[in-house]
């Protein structure tokens, strides 16, 4: 059953991927308060269009995105919050609408990564300063390459 | 007849990178000249034998056989002649067979002017450079084979994608894999050196040419892809943070890395053990690149292949190579001696630094690509890591790397002098400054964080010019002196200087296009006109022309600037004739101080068109930068003390050539 109903979407998603996505945003769409439609727009670039790859759907034209930009533009002008609408929108879609996911429980690995290797990175450098110390600096030749090595010296003399 | 004869020259390919596995590596253990020396001819022979396929794929395409499966699927007979050849490697068993004839290019390339590499060492790099061969090879005949025959033949093939029916893509795959491929000869390196148990600053030497010639390729290539992305896609974006632009990028930021970390190890015999994990690391995400791409396991717009054996074949590979690399580092690692000591603020203090914030924005990169996959793979739970994630995580890291690159070259090795540094990093800060002022005397409704910004990318290229002017004396020195300096500066102190020169001028672009970039979205009709940044435009009117294997709506828009035209603009929609499918092909005005994007969409309701006009200030200096670090990655590499082959002579004249 889930296995089909990827089938499809996947076939969905052939179709409409190579239709690049130009023409996100309609003029009709827009908001006439500016600073309202600015809102809007920052906000439909924390969403992401359900059914495209990887697209917020301030940038992609599927239909589906359009209702979202719309429902946005609506909760705005009921005078939600920038929160209160993607909580809104999070409420109908779920966590996987959000292109930034929250900081949770599930989350916190991806979230303190960059954190965890530089802390870690850093723990590294500092015990191996301490370790260097004491290392002899380098590997004795072998014969062989004693050998190569005067032979380059009398043939750098001549 | 002749895709026969490529798919045998395959078969033998395989069967010669199998010999080149075998025979080297028992001969370096048995130290017997003749084994090890097979090493040679047959990586050569390897090269010419997937040469063979790939030019038996490419004759199908040009003479459209569409009784080849592959040809059938991805070509068309009216697809002008450079997208059939760019449609060899436009569809996933192409790209493999590129892939695979890349690598054996590289190995060709380490046998032919290796000549002064250690028998043992070569031989082991050989073979293992082979050995990844062999695994690809029997990936590509296996689960991906370009020469499957269909019968009966269709009368037309189903042609390529349109979107990548594009000059810049054309060639954006084969320098991407230059790129990718290339870092596979650091990992043989690194597996050879740590197979023979010991490594020093001349091995840092050797990989060092490899190394920047696969990350010149990467750098151009995804600057090319970014590029293409910004015209073709239509919204004027230019990097999405798409797991498969996140692919090539991995690497790239590794392989910068593993760079800077091999200059410590060949000038100072520091980092040794490091640099060789970090050679494993960077082919590794090289790996892992081509399994998020090729694999399909994360759809994404790039991404072609759908079908799970070959994701677990490739999966296979990645670990087998990742892991055994890793297993090998951990057992013999221990062995090695740790070389130069040095003081914390020093050049190589400063190299460490670039590295520990490079390999933390790979890890950030590569977790946030994974993380929704591996969340649901474990839990059910989906989310999603987009463009926002990255500018907020990757992005911090960078500054800090971006605040010390001019720093570091200013320090002396083993130990620095910071205050001194900073004297003369002076003018640096004063450009910086300079341009702070400017931005926010320009830009003073804000974002009041990107004049900041810009200002840091001034400082990066005015720092590489100032350690260029401290090394020719500039200012103190005479003028014959300083020429004679400047001439005599090796070469890779002015790759140093364009590549640095080249990212600052990158993260200015950055900066300026997403912070102060102008948009407009409107319904026109003809006569309309708008304004954008200066520019007067007006909407003249659409037409239908044919082109060659498609129709187009042609908009036409007269740009006019100060009372005169400067430019006619004719954005289009393009409808394909197979596959069926629209594109948009947006009209650009470039200038330096930035570029008039148009976009024509759909026809409105109430009349008119929806057109999208974007003025995208300086955002030529992203690719203009990329341009230029790719220059000093080539002026680097022509540098004699690092050419492949070239002995390292002393710098004095010999005092008496005399008999």
Redesign the interface.
């Known amino acids: 059953m889930r296995r089909s109903m990827i089938a499809t979407l996947l076939t969905a998603w052939a179709l409409f991927a190579a239709a690049p996505m130009a023409h996100a945003v309609q003029p009709g769409e827009m908001l006439a308060d500016p600073a309202l439609e600015q809102r809007a727009r920052n906000i439909s670039a924390e969403l992401r269009c359900l059914v495209c790859q990887n697209q917020s759907i301030d940038d992609s034209d599927a239909p589906l995105a359009g209702d979202l930009r719309r429902l946005v533009r609506e909760r705005l002008e009921a005078n939600d919050s920038d929160q209160q609408v993607l909580d809104y929108v999070v409420a109908r879609y779920g966590e996987f609408v959000l292109l930034n996911p929250r900081f949770e429980l599930s989350t916190i690995l991806l979230w303190l990564t960059p954190v965890l290797v530089l802390l870690g990175g850093l723990v590294l450098v500092v015990r191996n300063a301490g370790k260097n110390g004491a290392a002899s600096p380098s590997t004795p030749l072998t014969d062989q390459e004693k050998a190569k090595l005067k032979s380059i010296l009398t043939d750098e003399r001549r | 007849m002749i895709v026969e004869f490529g798919h045998f020259a395959l078969i033998l390919a395989l069967l010669v990178a199998v010999a080149q596995v075998v025979v080297p590596a028992i001969g370096a253990h048995l130290k017997d000249e003749r084994m090890m020396r097979v090493a040679d001819p047959a990586a050569v022979s390897q090269l010419f034998l997937i040469a063979i396929a790939f030019c038996a794929l490419t004759h199908a395409y040009v003479t459209s056989d569409f009784s080849v499966l592959n040809v059938a699927e991805n070509s068309h007979s009216t697809k002008p002649l450079i997208y059939k050849l760019a449609g060899v490697w436009g569809n996933h068993e192409g790209s493999m067979l590129l892939w695979v004839l890349i690598l054996a290019l590289f190995g060709a390339a380490v046998a032919l002017f290796g000549n002064n590499l250690p028998l043992t060492l070569k031989a082991r790099v050989l073979s293992v450079q082979a050995s990844i061969a062999v695994a690809f090879l029997l990936f590509s005949l296996l689960t991906s084979n370009p020469f499957t025959r269909l019968d009966p033949a269709p009368p037309d093939g189903r042609g390529l994608?349109?979107?990548l029916q594009d000059p810049a893509l054309a060639f954006h795959p084969p320098f991407l894999y230059m790129g990718y491929v290339g870092f596979s000869i650091a990992f043989s390196f690194a597996i050879a050196a740590l197979i023979e148990g010991?490594i020093?600053a001349a091995w840092a030497r050797w990989v060092r040419p490899w190394t920047l010639a696969a990350w010149m390729f990467l750098t151009i290539g995804i600057a090319m892809g970014s590029w293409w992305a910004y015209y073709?896609?239509?919204?004027g974006?230019w990097w999405?943070?798409?797991?498969v632009e996140n692919a090539s990028f991995m690497p790239w930021l590794a392989g910068t890395a593993l760079l800077h970390s091999a200059l410590v190890m060949e000038k100072r015999?520091a980092l040794k053990i490091w640099t060789v994990l970090l050679a494993i690391l960077t082919f590794s995400l090289s790996l892992m690149g081509t399994f998020i791409v090729r694999s399909g396991v994360l759809?994404?717009?790039h991404?072609f292949a759908?079908d799970p054996a070959r994701g677990v074949f490739i999966l296979a590979i990645l670990i087998l190579f990742t892991g055994g690399g890793l297993a090998l580092f951990a057992l013999r690692s221990k062995d090695m001696?740790?070389?130069?000591?040095f003081q914390?603020i020093s050049r190589e203090g400063s190299l460490?630094l670039n590295n520990?914030?490079l390999?933390?924005g790979a890890?950030?990169v590569l977790?946030?690509t994974l993380?929704p996959m591996a969340?649901e793979g474990l839990?059910g739970?989906?989310?999603?890591?987009?463009?926002?994630?990255f500018n907020?995580?990757?992005g911090p890291?960078m500054i800090p790397l971006l605040v010390a690159l001019p720093i570091g070259p200013m320090l002396a090795w083993k130990r620095g002098d910071f205050a001194g540094a900073m004297q003369r990093l002076a003018f640096a800060f004063g450009a910086a400054l300079v341009a702070l002022v400017a931005v926010f005397a320009a830009e003073y409704r804000g974002p009041w964080l990107a004049p900041f910004g810009v200002a840091l990318g001034v400082y990066v290229m005015a720092g590489a010019v100032v350690e260029w002017a401290n090394r020719v004396k500039f200012g103190s020195a005479k003028s014959d002196e300083i020429i004679r300096r400047a001439r005599n500066l090796p070469r890779s102190a002015y790759g140093t200087f364009f590549a640095h020169f080249g990212i600052g001028m990158l993260v200015v672009g950055i900066v300026a296009t997403s912070a102060y970039r102008e948009e407009h979205?409107?319904?026109m009709k003809p006569g309309d006109q708008i304004t954008v940044n200066g520019y007067n435009v007006t909407f003249v009117g659409l037409e239908q022309a044919r082109g060659p294997n498609y129709v187009e709506d042609i908009a036409d828009f007269n740009v006019k600037r100060g009372g005169e035209t400067v430019a006619r603009l004719t954005p289009s929609?393009r409808l394909y004739d197979a596959?069926p499918?629209?594109?948009?092909e947006s009209g650009i005005l470039a200038a330096w101080r930035g570029d008039l994007y148009l976009?024509i969409?759909?026809a409105?309701?109430n009349g008119g068109y929806?057109v999208?006009a974007y003025f995208n200030p300086l955002v030529r200096f992203i690719w203009l930068g990329a341009l230029i670090m790719f220059i000093g990655g080539g002026i680097s590499l022509s540098d004699r003390r690092l050419r492949v082959g070239a002995p390292s002579r002393?710098r004095q004249p010999?005092a008496v050539p005399a008999e």
């Open positions: 994608n349109p979107i010991r020093d073709e896609l239509g919204w974006g999405f943070w798409d797991p015999e759809t994404s717009v991404s759908v001696q740790a070389g130069g000591l914390p460490v520990l914030l390999v933390t890890a950030t977790v946030g993380y969340l839990t739970e989906k989310i999603s890591v987009g463009p926002p994630f907020m995580t990757f890291l979205i409107q319904a929609k596959p499918q629209t594109t948009t976009v969409g759909d409105q309701p929806a999208r002393s010999v």
